[in-house]
């Protein structure tokens, strides 16, 4: 018998942690940046259209794909993927429903470290006498685990190992009285400070506290439509990878969180109202903040410069400099609610996170929920603290590579054959729409067979093959030159190569092979606990077989 | 603000946020369905209660 006779306390809690689970710091920091890079407002069509053909489908998959492996008392990916089709191989598919969140976590913990300390820093005056190289040099400093500031030993560390306690000790209370009750407490302050934040984004006045241009600016640089990028498979890819970051599908923790639904209450509801709550928090709030208060104190040019190093660099190396032209108390109240609000962002997400691992365990080994959840942190602290000491090797990136983008989408599109095809659209309509609280559009039967599928190969293959600069037509032409960025690319590890076979000073050689070498190290380690869980999950099925569950 | 971007800035928001609070609402104010649902706080209430 499982241990897991966990519930969710109410629909709006369950809703509440479904879009904790998807908003993100990308929701604030990814969001704007792609927009900005994909043609402005035009970028917005494209995104909003994957989200009808791609993000709503993806949604009522993985909820109605959750809720049918509840019904059968499991709840994480690889016994739910199993219940769907006979052949055996599914559940090692499944696998990267457990995988994906452990490898995540490893470093999106650290990252959401980053935003507890902070709130701290913000609200002791640290960024208020610095200048924005002064702010640029206390996150290098940081991250490099140089001297502490407070004067708190090895304070990344501190502050990674607390946050990670943290995650435990709620995922350790239960779904009920742990993650939804955060979830109920971070959604609301969430938006309250993202809209306090968003008004200040709203108001920039040119000349008022060292603005050198109105907000009117940063938003027409957001939001003029540059129709001509339409056209471009570039801005289309981006918007659909947009798409996956900020639902968190491909994952498995939606999978999760629907599986203690029982199988007569709504699904496609829920899904909806989870899903828009997501996209309300992106497009509303996480346009309003970072990039109209950017250009308003540093102008297009140098925003432009900015966004190359991504929204990390502009929410952490910037921002905290801005705020404080609004004066010390203001500038310590907007750092607050700034990372705060990231804060509330991450936790929601990272908790979701940890969620399949518990399940998993619960079900298969009848672990309790408490050794659970202190494993889950156990594991991430181990397989985390190599993104905190050699985060200038790449090992962080090299995490969010392969765990945070290329594995969502070969899951995603893997459950959604299986979904489609394997178990057949017949059953999942049924699955989609039994006990329904709205009418499903019948055109999404559709879409979920033929276009979802095919957007997703697509997203694949583009991301696999990526060619240079994005030159689409140029490849289209015959002169199909691969992009650094290109997933075959990256794992030659040409620009890497490339860098090391063009450097010269010692040093920088010495540097670039060690970076080589963590890259590669990293990528043995996922590899490794990939194996891991699916040695486990092989463990669980002989288990069931013995029992005779199967 | 220039017009276009005007109008695709506010036509998204409304969009958004309008679908954001209309699928809540909807959320809000479809009843529950009977005991026993997936929902552990509404378990108590007397209403709700399995007729034997």
């Known amino acids: ?550 | 603000m220039n017009t276009s971007a005007l109008v695709v800035m506010l036509g998204t928001m409304l969009l958004v946020t309008g679908l954001m609070i209309y699928f809540f609402m909807r959320v809000l104010n479809t009843p529950p369905k009977p005991e026993p649902d997936s929902y552990l706080d509404n378990d108590d209430e007397p209403e709700r209660q399995v007729k034997p």
């Open chain 1, 1 to 550: 018998m499982s241990a897991n006779k966990e519930s969710w306390g109410s629909r709006v809690g369950l809703i509440l942690a479904m879009a904790g689970n998807a908003v993100g710091l990308g929701n604030f920091l990814r969001f704007p940046v792609q927009a900005v890079q994909n043609g402005g407002g035009a970028f917005i069509i494209p995104y909003l259209v994957c989200f009808l053909v791609m993000g709503i489908p993806l949604l009522w998959i993985e909820w109605s794909m959750g809720r049918f492996g509840g019904k059968f008392g499991h709840h994480s990916t690889p016994f739910i993927v199993d219940t769907m089709h006979k052949n055996r191989l599914w559940k090692y598919i499944g696998v990267f429903g457990i995988w994906t969140n452990i490898a995540v976590a490893s470093y999106y913990c650290y990252l959401e470290s980053w935003t507890l300390s902070y709130v701290m820093h913000s609200l002791a005056g640290t960024f208020s006498g610095l200048d924005q190289d002064g702010v640029a040099a206390f996150f290098n400093e940081y991250v490099s685990i140089g001297k502490s500031t407070l004067g708190i030993p090895f304070e990344p560390i501190v502050f990674f190992v607390l946050c990670l306690l943290l995650n435990t000790w709620i995922l350790s209370q239960g779904l009920a009285k742990g993650v939804e009750r955060v979830a109920k407490i971070g959604m609301p302050l969430l938006i309250v400070f993202g809209a306090f934040l968003a008004y200040k984004g709203f108001t920039v006045e040119q000349g008022v506290d060292g603005a050198i241009s109105d907000s009117a600016t940063g938003l027409n640089f957001l939001w003029t439509p540059n129709f001509d990028e339409l056209w471009s498979p570039t801005v289309w890819l981006a918007a659909a990878g947009q798409i996956f970051f900020t639902l968190s599908v491909g994952m498995g923790t939606v999978h999760c969180y629907a599986s203690y639904v029982r199988s007569k209450d709504d699904i496609a509801l829920n899904a909806m109202s989870a899903g828009w709550m997501n996209e309300f928090v992106e497009v509303v709030l996480g346009s309003s903040i970072l990039i109209p208060i950017s250009i308003g104190y540093l102008g297009i040019d140098r925003v432009v410069e900015l966004v190359q190093m991504g929204g990390l660099g502009l929410g952490f190396k910037t921002l905290p400099y801005l705020f404080f032209q609004w004066g010390d108390v203001l500038g310590a109240v907007a750092g607050f609610m700034w990372f705060g609000l990231l804060f509330f962002a991450g936790i929601t997400s990272s908790l979701a996170m940890g969620t399949p691992w518990i399940g998993f365990l619960q079900d298969e080994f009848n672990w309790r929920r408490k050794p659970a959840a202190w494993s889950f942190g156990l594991i991430v602290l181990i397989l985390g603290m190599p993104t905190v000491l050699f985060f200038k090797y790449g090992v962080f990136d090299e995490y969010d590579y392969w765990a945070g983008t290329v594995s969502l989408v070969v899951f995603a599109l893997f459950e959604t054959i299986l979904f489609a095809w394997v178990f057949g659209m017949n059953k999942g309509w049924r699955e989609i729409t039994s006990g329904a609280d709205i009418q499903v559009p019948y055109i999404y039967k559709y879409i979920i067979k033929f276009v979802t599928p095919l957007l997703l190969l697509w997203v694949f293959v583009g991301s696999l093959v990526t060619p240079k600069g994005g030159d689409w037509a140029k490849a289209f032409a015959g002169d199909w030159v691969l992009d650094d960025s290109s997933i075959i690319n990256k794992i030659k590890n040409v620009s890497l190569k490339r860098q090391l076979a063009e450097a010269t000073d010692p040093a920088v050689i010495q540097q670039l092979q060690d970076t080589l070498f963590f890259v590669n190290a990293s990528r043995i380690l996922l590899v490794a606990v990939f194996l891991s869980i699916a040695a486990l999950v092989y463990v669980a099925y002989k288990k069931r077989v013995r029992e005779g569950r199967i």
